[in-house]
């Protein structure tokens, strides 16, 4: 038997065996290995097998499979704070804490081991390649020696800059650097470019978007291909597109918004609603394999954080021509619906349309309206009742929704104040209001009409696809949820989506719900884009895609254009839906890649921000719920969604230990316990913007006033 050959019928047997069942004495009979060299040969490849960690020994000297043993290979993911996540797959990961990386840096290849085979917390053993080619650092000055102090604390050694004289820098200058080689001692590194001093409006948020390869420059063949188009619609292309100038047409966004790219019209017919959502027309812009796809699908999606938007295409378009701004024309994709009283989709026409629309409206200002200000109405009241109609038309959507089983998770989201050199002023709850709803709803019912027609059309496209959740995932949240006091009573194994959102209502007026939202939704599947319609669970839909943001996404842009080609234009040639097929798999992978980093990058941000606001908030009291419990300590998490770690060293009073199936910290003197949900007293005691951390103390003092948000 070949080598080769022999070392794969070994893991063969180790792996279809009983767990345990094989030593080398077993393994050398069931293989008739009896020579010494024959011996000499198996321990070889069993010894390769283990260095590649595809099998393990356990303590008896028996063989088992890597994951039988709890040992995984992968990419690791390390957020800012520095807790690390191993991806197993799209469903599954190992959380590691920052104490167990054991030097592993973000996206490095690592070999992980399961602290126990039923958790999912584990360390790493072997950091296999550094994959990690780009950093941020700050420059230090000091009696004319400069040095590099580098943002992520990970990256440890003695550090060269091989470019350095090319540069000036002075103390606190921010770079971007390329490590050239990384060896145990040693870091070469070369500056990209310079990004300005560390205290500079904006460098801090820069330098989050850059390590998450960010750019918020475009390429100058970019910028000349967008400055080339016309930034008004031109007679020739109002060819072939239905006129629906004639329609009283609005635009609902924030008030900071400046791209705007859906717009509504409706109109009551008896006892239904004509709903047209209006899409900005991206793809009449963005050709195929021009630069500026090329670009937009590098990009994959506009990157928003606390005072900037870094978006998918040059300002002149986002801004500008693709825009629906209001009074005048532009180039769009209609999906015009007829409603019925039960809020179902009867009849529908999706096709190229031209609007111009009437005026951009604010959620706030809609919200006001709604109820009835009396400035507003007189200031908006050439649009009629415009707003009650789709107020009613939504609710109708809405309900059969909520019928069918759609999960509303309703998570607090921070909107973070800050002045205009970027310091954080304030943190809010932001406000969802009746006309985010509405807005929501009609995208919702436009993207599924959509999808159902990309589908039974059999058109090339991506779907926005989310799985039902694993049974492991949701047996664990259901044991959680019992530790505080509620049952699931579902079928866990075949969860139905209204079997989640009837028990998730039992919360809702509870301290513990954003605990109970948030880890529900921790065991949810992610949602990712994909070729196939797989269906989306949370939102109890077969069907589902991403069609009404062309502008900030590259999944709508790509739908828009498979519209264009296969159903407006009706391309039948095999060869070219073939082709299109295998991109839609290839570009389901790249824009769920691309929208992972912009989640990420914008959460970093949000996190250094958050870290930012609470350094003149140190000694402080605040009152606040456990979000979460680990073995070196919980979470807390304040009123405004400012999140800390009471780190199990703070408690001094007794020793700690932590009882993981119960999601409880307790003391082993006292009896003391910290579980998850719990209503707790903190002081903050420290927070470091650089780190992105902040840290809470425990105050058992009832008397002490908590502070309020100034």
Known sequence: MEMIELKNSLYSKIETGKMGTYDIERLAKEFNLTSTS??????????????????????????????QAGIYKGNISINRKGFGFLDLDENHSIYISPDDLKGAMNKDEVVVKLFKLESNEGEVVKIITRNTDICIGTFKVFKGAIQVELDDERLKGRIVVKNLSKFKVVSGTKAQFKIVKMLKHTIDLEIMQLLGHKDDPGVDVLSILLQHDINPVFPDEVIDEANAISQEVLPEQKIGRKDCTNLIVVTIDG??????????????????????????????????????????????TSTYVTDRVVPMLPHVLSNGICSLNPKVERLTLTCEMVIDSNGEVTTYEIYPSIIRSTERMTYNNVNKILKHDEVLCRRYEHLGNLFEMMEDCAKRIRKRRELAGAIDFEK??????????????????????????????????????????????????????????????????????????????????????????????????????????????????????????????????????????????????????????????????????????????????ETSDRERASTEAERDVEDMKKAEFMENKIGLYYD???????????????????????????????????????????????????????????????????????????????????????
Request: with cysteine.
């Open 624 to 710: 606040g719920v456990i979000s979460s419990v680990t073995k070196f300590g919980f979470f807390v998490e304040l009123a405004n969604t400012v999140e800390g770690l009471v780190h199990v060293q703070s408690l001094t009073d007794d020793y700690y230990n932590f009882d993981e199936s119960n999601f409880q910290l307790i003391g082993e003197r006292t009896g003391t316990v910290y579980r998850l949900g719990q209503e707790v007293r903190i002081k903050c005691s420290d927070a470091s913007k650089e780190k992105g951390t902040i840290d809470f103390i425990v105050h058992k003092d009832k008397k002490k006033k908590k502070q309020r948000w100034i």
């Open 255 to 300: 008030d900071d918004s400046k791209d705007f790219d859906d717009a509504i019209s409706i109109v009551k017919e008896d006892d239904n609603y004509r709903l047209y959502v209006h899409i900005a027309d991206v793809s009449y812009y963005v050709t195929e394999n021009s630069a500026l796809d090329i670009e937009a699908e590098n990009r994959g």
């Open 412 to 589: 607090d989201e921070a909107k973070i104040i800050v002045d205009k050199n970027g310091r954080v002023q304030d943190i809010q709850l932001r406000d969802r209001g009746e006309s985010e709803k509405i807005i929501e709803d009609f995208m919702i019912c436009a993207n599924v009409t959509v999808a159902k027609h990309m589908k039974w059309l059999e058109i090339p496209s991506l779907y926005r696809v989310h799985e039902q959740p694993l049974a492991k995932k949701l047996r664990d949240f259901a044991r959680m949820a019992l530790v505080l006091g509620h049952k699931f009573k579902g079928n866990i194994e075949e969860v139905r989506p209204i079997e989640i959102q009837k028990f998730l209502s039992q919360f809702k007026d509870e301290p513990e719900y954003p605990v109970v939202s948030t880890m529900l939704l921790r065991s949810m599947q992610k949602a990712k884009y994909d070729a196939k319609c797989l269906g989306h669970f949370g939102l109890a839909l077969d069907e589902y895609l991403h069609f009404t943001s062309p502008i900030r996404r590259y999944p709508d842009l790509i739908v828009h254009r498979m519209l264009h080609k296969y159903s407006f234009n009706h391309c039948l040639d095999v060869e070219e839906i073939k082709k299109d097929e295998l991109k839609m798999d290839k570009l389901g992978q």
């Open 38 to 67: 024959d011996f000499v040969l198996l321990n070889k490849l069993l010894n390769q097998l283990e260095d590649e960690y595809v099998i393990a020994r356990n303590p008896k000297n028996f063989f088992l499979t890597a994951i």
